[in-house]
C-alpha cells in the first residue's frame, strides 16, 4: 500500500466557517507535510512534521492550524479563510524528515478548497 | 539559496516521438537528489524519476531517462516513445542530502506543462 490518501476532496466554505482537511498514510512514514498550490504555480511548503513534531512553518497564517495526531494522520484546521486561500492542499508523506529512503515525497490527491 | 529553474512553460510533442524538458539548478551542496515529478489533470504528483547526485550514471525508468550534469548543474528529462498519458504539468525538483535531520524540504521549479499530439 504506497497511497496518501486526502479527504474530502472538495471542500467549499464560507469566510466565516470552520472546517479541516484530513490525510492519512500507512507507509510507516514518519515526515508528514502540508503544501498549497495554486493554478499553474509549483506547490509550495506550508508545514512539516517530523516524528509528530512540527519541525517547519513557514509563516504560514495563523488561520491554518496544522495537527499531528499520531505518525499516520494529518490534519489541517481552517478558520476565517480569505478567498485567496482557495487553493489546492496537497498532502506528502516521506519515510523520514531527512533522506532515508531517497528523500522522496509521497503526495496525495489533493484538496481542492473554495473560499467564498 | 538553492532554486531550481524550469525555461519551459510549455512544450508539445508528436505521440510516439521524444522530448526532453530542461531544468536547471543552483546549490552551493555536493550532497543531494533531484527529481521529476508528474502532475496530470487528475491533481496527484507522481515520481517520474530520482538522480542522487552522488551518482555519475544517469537514471532510466523504462521510457525516461535525465541527463544530469552536476558541474552544469543540468538536470533534464527525455521522454522516448510519448504517449496520451504522458500530457502533465513536469515539475523538477531537488532536495539537499540530510543527515537525519528535519528538513526534507523539496524545492520545486515552476513546471513544465507537456501536451502530447496524437
Known amino acids: 500500500d504506497t497511497e496518501v490518501t486526502q479527504t474530502p476532496k472538495h471542500l467549499v466554505m464560507g469566510m466565516t466557517n470552520k472546517k479541516s482537511l484530513k490525510c492519512e498514510q500507512h507507509?510507516?512514514?514518519?515526515?508528514m507535510y502540508w503544501y498549497k498550490q495554486k493554478a499553474k504555480k509549483p506547490p509550495e511548503l506550508m508545514f512539516v512534521?517530523?516524528?509528530?513534531?512540527?519541525?517547519i512553518n513557514e509563516s504560514v497564517p495563523s488561520r491554518f492550524s496544522p495537527e499531528c495526531p499520531n505518525s499516520s494522520l494529518l490534519n489541517l484546521h481552517l478558520h476565517a479563510l480569505q478567498p485567496e486561500d482557495s487553493a489546492l492542499y496537497l498532502c506528502?508523506?516521506?519515510?523520514?524528515?531527512?533522506?532515508?529512503?531517497?528523500?522522496?515525497?509521497?503526495f496525495g490527491e489533493g484538496s481542492r478548497l473554495t473560499v467564498l | 539559496a538553492q532554486t531550481v529553474t524550469q525555461s519551459q512553460p510549455e512544450m508539445s510533442v508528436q505521440e510516439a516521438e521524444t522530448v526532453t524538458l530542461s531544468c536547471t539548478y543552483d546549490?552551493?551542496?555536493?550532497?543531494?537528489?533531484l527529481f521529476w515529478y508528474k502532475q496530470p489533470p487528475s491533481r496527484q504528483m507522481i515520481l517520474v524519476i530520482r538522480q542522487e547526485a552522488y551518482k555519475q550514471q544517469n537514471a532510466t525508468e523504462n521510457r525516461f531517462s535525465v541527463n544530469f550534469q552536476k558541474a552544469a548543474k543540468s538536470f533534464s528529462l527525455k521522454i522516448s516513445d510519448s504517449q496520451l498519458g504522458d500530457a502533465a504539468m513536469y515539475f523538477c525538483a531537488y532536495t539537499p542530502f540530510n543527515y537525519g535531520g528535519s528538513q526534507g524540504n523539496l524545492i520545486f521549479g515552476k513546471g513544465t506543462k507537456l501536451s502530447v499530439k496524437p
Open positions: 506528502a508523506s516521506s519515510l523520514d524528515g531527512g533522506s532515508r529512503g531517497g528523500g522522496e515525497l509521497f
Open positions: 507507509m510507516g512514514h514518519r515526515a
Open positions: 512534521y517530523s516524528y509528530e513534531k512540527l519541525s
Open positions: 546549490t552551493s551542496e555536493s550532497d543531494y537528489y
